[in-house]
């Protein structure tokens, strides 16, 4: 059975285009021919359920494809809208287990509608509907269905439910072939009891694949028992459409990070396409190969918030950014609740760590950085020299409680007033400092006679290196060079290395502490 699903997926995959929907008649013009209706027919059946507009073409157009292909005609479709809701996969798979029961001659697609139904009927039942043959040996037919002798003993007879006929074939089965312990057996059909509804085949096929083509130990699949509702066509194309991710081998990858293999290969293909057009390098997929399970256009949304938060676009060259990707959620969350509590060092590691190390992060009161998002950040400005540049930021007694965002704002405002790369890092402290004292000393020295009465200075010569070199003077002699000349003017900080307290306000929602959502409330009736 799964053989000639492959042929038909295969015949039909090119077939089929991808389109969004966008209007009745445009989809009309796109189904018809799947159909094998006029274009008039369809549209007034597609005003009727409005709802199939909303689905994607291409996967709907194959469900139909596949219906015909199991001699389901275009009218039952249309009297059962509903069915094109349902995934590709799962059609195959309740087909299948319809067939492996015995229900052949009478398989339509209200047998397929209703197969979990059909599934709690017992073999009796099934016989007076005239569903199956009255004389079929229903243990001899779910035997023939595997590769190998499969004999469960239980007791059974035409009372017995065909469900309950099929769990003990399955539980045998997955028992032999991967030697399965009783405890493995009972946490096999407490976590993942929902393989009772995989049919034989597709639970055999997918074995097959995985032992054989992807090298899976037997430890590795009996951790991940999940892998047992893979789609087995998707296992296969895999390697040909993605064979490798950030330089390595899909099933050298899929053997470390096996949830990859449960994300259709043309997903992950989309994610790598969506993630190049942003010069995001692919082998950062490897450090975060959890992204692969968002949604593309989950993914390319949260790629176009990063530049629309200061705090998250200045973090975009950011080597981890696919971390702040993948959290954007709950990133989001605590950076505006560390914004109420007027912390402004927020790190990419912060935004994103486990709650624990966030809620420690806020109960130390310390607003400072560690440091790598500045390295990344100077980096990135600087290319080779953002090493040298951070080597001297770190010689200014409190660099660590300048944010990277204020770092850019002053860059982006010098680089307005002429100001190249170079004059910003041979005066690299200038960034430390608030952007206000900045452009003030700057104005200052741009009032030639005034700086010539004051200081006894001639800056009519002085290039613009030397301008930014007097700025930072003017401003660290106002503050008789303590270094605290970087404290925003409402901040009052008069030992440097001590902890800033961070306050509580009272406007402070504590729904959101520490970044989590709040619970679900409910209404009392």
């Not at 017995?160 to 089965?173: A, G, N, S, Y």
């Not at 973090?315 to 950014?321: G, T």
């Not at 950085?369 to 400005?381: E, I, P, R, V």
Request: glycine share 2%; net charge positive; aromatic share 8%.
């Amino acid at each position: 059975m799964y053989r000639l699903i492959k042929v038909f997926r295969r015949s039909f995959s090119s077939a089929v285009r991808s389109s969004n929907p966008l209007s009745v008649n445009d989809a009309a013009k796109f189904y018809a021919p799947h159909f094998g209706v006029s274009v008039s027919t369809m549209y007034k059946w597609l005003q009727q359920n409005p709802s199939v507009i909303e689905l994607d073409r291409e996967d709907t157009a194959k469900k139909v494809l596949y219906l015909k292909y199991v001699n389901v005609t275009a009218d039952e479709i249309f009297q059962k809208p509903q069915i094109l809701s349902s995934h590709l996969v799962t059609l195959e798979n309740r087909t299948t287990i319809m067939r492996e029961c015995g229900l052949v001659e009478t398989l339509d697609l209200n047998i397929i509608c209703n197969s979990l139904r059909l599934l709690r009927k017992s073999i009796d039942q099934l016989k007076r509907h005239q569903l199956i043959p009255k004389d079929l040996n229903m243990y001899e037919q779910l035997k023939r269905q595997f590769e190998h002798p499969i004999e469960p003993r239980f007791r059974w007879d035409d009372q017995t439910v065909l469900q309950d006929m099929r769990v003990p074939f399955i539980d045998e089965f997955l028992s032999q072939r991967l030697t399965l312990t009783e405890a493995d057996r009972e946490k096999l059909w407490k976590s993942y009891s929902k393989i009772k509804y995989k049919s034989f085949g597709h639970t055999q096929r997918v074995l097959d694949i995985l032992q054989y083509e992807y090298k899976f130990s037997r430890d590795k699949l009996i951790a991940n028992m999940y892998l047992l509702h893979a789609d087995p066509e998707n296992l296969l194309r895999y390697p040909e459409q993605v064979p490798a991710i950030g330089g390595i081998e899909l099933k050298e990858l899929a053997v470390k990070y096996p949830k990859i293999v449960m994300v259709n290969h043309a997903t992950v293909a989309k994610t790598i396409a969506i993630l190049n057009q942003h010069s995001i390098p692919e082998a950062e997929l490897l450090k975060c190969l959890c992204i692969l399970t968002l949604a593309p256009s989950t993914i390319e949304k949260r790629i176009e918030r990063l530049k629309s938060v200061k705090e998250f676009e200045v973090l975009a060259k950011h080597p981890r950014v696919l971390k702040l990707i993948q959290y954007q959620t709950k990133a989001t969350i605590r950076l505006e609740y560390l914004q109420q509590l007027k912390v402004r060092c927020a790190s990419l590691d912060v935004l994103s760590s486990h709650s624990q190390n966030f809620e420690r992060y806020v109960r130390e009161g310390c607003d400072r950085t560690k440091g790598k998002d500045t390295a990344h950040f100077l980096k990135a400005m600087f290319g080779e020299g953002g090493e040298a540049a951070l080597q001297k930021i770190k010689r200014h007694p409190n660099w660590f409680h300048v944010p990277i965002v204020q770092m850019k704002d002053t860059v982006e405002a010098l680089l307005k007033q002429q100001y190249t790369n170079e004059d910003i890092l041979d005066n690299v402290h200038i960034l430390l400092y608030p952007l206000n004292r900045i452009e003030e000393k700057l104005q200052v020295l741009a009032n030639k006679a005034k700086v010539n009465e004051e200081l006894g200075l001639d800056v009519s010569q002085a290039s613009q290196t030397q301008k930014l070199a007097l700025a930072l003077y003017l401003i660290e002699l106002e503050f008789h060079f303590t270094g605290d000349g970087v404290w925003p003017e409402q901040m009052q900080q008069s030992d440097s290395t001590s902890s800033i307290t961070i306050e509580l306000p009272e406007s402070l929602s504590t729904e959101y502490k520490f970044g989590k959502k709040p619970p679900a409330t409910t209404t009392p009736s």
